[in-house]
């Protein structure tokens, strides 16, 4: 049988923002087919606003339309179709690449990188494929990454899902499905920030204090955070941050000069390709600069080739943080609560579902730092 749910949904990219005007998202009524084998029917608990979602809404990373949005969230299963190891009752996590477990890269080690899941993701399919939401005129609306979590109920492939403990609230489990996977695991995996080394994080959302909070636990000695926020690099300090500069052009210099050459470890969160520049001139050398962000498709970036040899540098993508969310949810929750990572921090709005435009245009201006949802 078929669950009634709400769900924004986007219809038209490329409206401009003020979002409260343009309404790209509208919240709308749909009928939700039952999950099928391997699948979970998950009563959404919260949903995290993203960058990601926000790049489908400007029309930044184009996606087959309509599209229920939303990727970051947590819920409790309500269904499953069988063939899962969960139940009913069972609390998850949702992760946006539904790794198959089965393609070379997930064999290997690398489920972010899976290829039945890169597809269906980018077809706007779940990852058994087909779509699994009917709206009122018949027309069936495309998942996003797999998750769709802007709706009160989604069906998803247990291969998204990572079991967590009950007692975690929902407002905060959400956040480990990508800012926390995101940002700490690009601080942990492929940065491999170590004791005393200095890390600059360029870009100071949800993801970029991930990153940070990750960064001082795995015992970086100096600790930059860069945003042109003046309250994001005030948040940094609080949470450990040795130094905060303001972004812009200046702030390649003024992290050389804190790092005497430049930093060992920088970590641009921004998906703006100008910033990514400056955070691969702020890295020393033999140093490491990791980007998670996802810059519009057609920028290219230049930098100067000679130093990649000459200085041994190194310049690499983290996707979903080179994370394996079946270990690292629980482990990344695990230094949550014991003090480790002060994910919390990271909250700084909730929102109704009705609230979802005026909630992007918090994350345009660069207002907020994490807003989530809470049904």
């Given at each position: 049988m078929s669950t009634a749910t709400r769900a924004a949904v986007l219809v038209e990219s490329g409206r401009p923002a003020p979002y409260a005007s343009s309404r790209p998202l509208e919240v709308m009524s749909l009928r939700l087919d039952p999950p099928g084998p391997g699948e979970l029917l998950v009563r959404v608990g919260a949903?995290?606003?993203?960058?990601?979602?926000?790049?489908?809404?400007?029309?930044?990373?184009?996606?087959?339309?309509?599209?229920?949005?939303g990727h970051e969230a947590a819920g409790e299963v309500v269904a499953t179709g069988g063939g899962t190891e969960f139940a009913p009752g069972d609390h998850v996590v949702l992760a946006f690449v539904p790794a198959c477990g089965h393609c070379p890269h997930c064999a290997g080690g690398r489920p972010a990188l899976c290829e039945p899941g890169a597809e269906a993701n980018g077809n706007g399919t779940l990852l058994g494929g087909g779509l699994r939401l009917t709206g009122a005129d018949g027309g069936r609306p495309r998942h996003h990454l797999g998750v769709s979590a802007f709706s009160e109920h989604i069906v998803v492939s247990a291969r998204s899902a990572v079991r967590v403990d009950?007692?975690?609230?929902?407002?905060?489990?959400?956040?480990f499905g990508c800012a926390v996977l995101t940002g700490a695991g690009a601080a942990f995996h492929s940065a491999r920030v170590a004791p005393g080394d200095s890390v600059a994080v360029f870009g100071l959302g949800g993801v970029g204090l991930a990153a940070l909070i990750a960064a001082k636990a795995a015992g970086a000695a100096t600790l930059i955070a860069v945003d042109v926020v003046g309250s994001k690099r005030a948040l940094a300090r609080e949470l450990g941050a040795t130094h905060a500069v303001a972004g812009g052009p200046d702030a390649v210099e003024a992290v050389r000069e804190i790092t005497r050459g430049g930093a060992e470890k920088v970590i641009d969160t921004t998906g703006v390709v100008a910033v990514l520049r400056q955070a691969y001139l702020a890295t020393g050398r033999g140093g490491t600069t990791v980007t998670v962000g996802l810059?519009?498709?057609?920028?290219?970036?230049?930098?100067?080739?000679?130093?990649?040899?000459?200085e041994e540098r190194t310049l690499k993508g983290s996707y979903l943080g080179s994370c394996v969310p079946r270990r690292d949810v629980p482990r990344f929750v695990s230094m949550y609560r014991s003090g480790i990572l002060p994910v919390d921090a990271l909250l700084?709005?909730?929102?109704?579902?009705?609230?979802?435009?005026?909630?992007?245009?918090r994350l345009h201006t660069g207002e907020a730092v994490r807003q989530v949802i809470v049904f």
């Open positions: 949903a995290g606003l993203c960058h990601s979602d926000l790049s489908v809404i400007d029309g930044s990373r184009p996606r087959p339309l309509p599209m229920a949005l009950p007692r975690l609230p929902f407002e905060i489990a959400a956040l810059p519009d498709p057609s920028r290219e970036l230049a930098l100067p080739a000679l130093s990649l040899v000459a700084s709005h909730r929102l109704s579902l009705e609230e979802v435009n005026e909630g992007f245009d």
